[in-house]
């Protein structure tokens, strides 16, 4: 049986697990991904003909979508058209078949379709529900429409993101999706747990809003806003609550750019001391904060004078922690991702071979592994409905002649 007609990891911390989600374009996705990547069963639902919207996004060779590749590897894809009575009933097949549910519709598509809570629960009293929504079930836009960049302004991440005199900054990729699909990977495996140490587990229902994720992160902004009355500002590289004097890029004599941060007092000395400044001057927090403009401009003048070759081995002989701002192509040919075997080739049957990211982070006794990129649009309909759910060929095939599959 090939690695097509079923999922063939054979390894995986998450073997065996069986995941639906009717979820698509970034955040949901992305949690279905994590644990896909880990050797767990995910089904990406999808309607007939176009798809998810995400296999049209992004740059394309030779009139193929790239990033749907590595966004749906791992998974199964198939087509239901949940608009019809009978794609309903064989979407609640899945959620009764299934360890784990998936969703990002809006509240009022999930209950007139019976994907909210009370229903899942009620066709599978064992299942964990994710729920991702822009505001989250219980707040009073449950019903509004959100994306990740609305998550992102909301969370206080974009208002620090940026330099002081200029607007804020949303970062180059999505940001609010990505780790909102992380935490909501997170959260299964934590309500995973509880049922499999927990003999009354009747369910789980996470409900996570897109700005939620983000917004913990910045552990400090409500304390310091609570406590001090303060309502922290951009504040450039710098980091605005961080003792350390020096973070920053640097633009070399070669035109690289380069990050350096001290975040101890011993390194900011050794920055110090790089520069040619006694280093018992900066012996305290207090002095270094005083200095940080002197050490800051210091060092754009020394970055300025050297190739980045050169300013990288000088920082390494005086203990500074430095690295060039890589791009793809720096990541592409770097030695460190080589040895962490952190890129893997996949065959596409579509692209041939593709180079992409390995499953992230390593396991060393059971890892995961790329087996797939990602699939055709309803490439494993026979496998999932037929095998998997045991739908007979009569019912295939009244779902295909009624365009519902």
Same mark, same amino acid.
């Given at each position: ?13 998450? !073997? ?85 549910? %998936? ?18 629960? !009620? ?107 303060? #309502? ?14 020096? %973070? ?9 750019? %380069?990050? #350096? ?19 018992? $001057? ?11 403009? $002197? ?7 020394? #970055? ?8 990288? $081995? ?25 040895? !962490? ?11 041939? $071979? #593709? ?8 396991? !060393? ?41």
């Amino acid at each position: 049986m090939s690695d097509d007609q079923r999922n063939s990891t054979g390894q995986g911390q998450l !073997r065996g697990l069986k995941v639906v989600e009717f979820a698509h374009v970034v955040a949901g996705p992305l949690a279905g991904s994590m644990l896909a990547d880990q050797g767990a069963d995910v089904v990406h639902v999808e309607p007939p003909g176009a798809g998810d919207a995400a296999r049209a996004m992004g740059p394309r060779r030779a009139g193929v979508p790239l990033w749907f590749k590595v966004a749906a590897r791992n998974k199964r894809s198939v087509t239901l058209d949940l608009h019809h009575a009978a794609g309903r009933e064989v979407a609640h097949r899945l959620v009764a078949w299934a360890d784990v549910v %998936i969703v990002t519709l809006r509240a009022g598509r999930l209950r007139s379709w019976g994907l909210d809570w009370e229903a899942v629960h !009620r066709i599978n009293p064992k299942a964990v529900l994710l729920q991702i929504s822009g505001f989250g079930a219980t707040s009073s836009q449950a019903d509004a429409p959100g994306f990740g960049k609305m998550g992102e302004a909301r969370s206080g991440v974009v208002h620090l993101t940026g330099h002081p005199d200029g607007p804020p900054v949303h970062t180059g990729f999505s940001h609010g999706d990505a780790v909102t699909g992380l935490m909501g990977a997170y959260a299964v495996l934590a309500a995973l747990h509880r049922r499999d140490h927990d003999p009354g587990f009747d369910g789980e229902w996470i409900d996570l809003a897109l700005f939620e994720p983000l917004f913990r992160l910045v552990e400090w902004q409500v304390i310091v806003h609570d406590q001090l009355g303060v #309502v922290p500002q951009r504040t450039g590289n710098q980091l605005a609550v961080a003792p350390a004097a020096v %973070i920053n890029t640097y633009r070399s004599r070669d035109e690289q750019w %380069i990050t #350096v941060t001290s975040a101890t007092l011993r390194s900011v000395r050794n920055v110090a001391r790089l520069l040619g400044l006694p280093g018992e $001057e900066f012996a305290t927090s207090e002095q270094q904060h005083a200095r940080r403009g $002197e050490l800051d401009e210091g060092l754009r003048s020394w #970055v300025a004078d050297r190739s980045a070759a050169e300013c990288l $081995e000088a920082f390494a002989r005086a203990e500074v922690v430095a690295s060039r701002v890589f791009d793809a192509a720096d990541i592409a040919a770097d030695p460190v991702y080589a040895e !962490r075997g952190d890129i893997v080739t996949v065959d596409d049957p579509d692209l041939g $071979e #593709v180079r992409m990211q390995a499953v992230i982070p390593h396991f !060393r006794r059971r890892p995961g592994r790329v087996w797939r990129t990602g699939p055709a649009l309803g490439q494993d309909n026979d496998l999932v409905y037929r095998d998997w759910l045991g739908l007979s060929e009569r019912e295939l095939a009244d779902l295909e002649k009624n365009d519902v599959v």
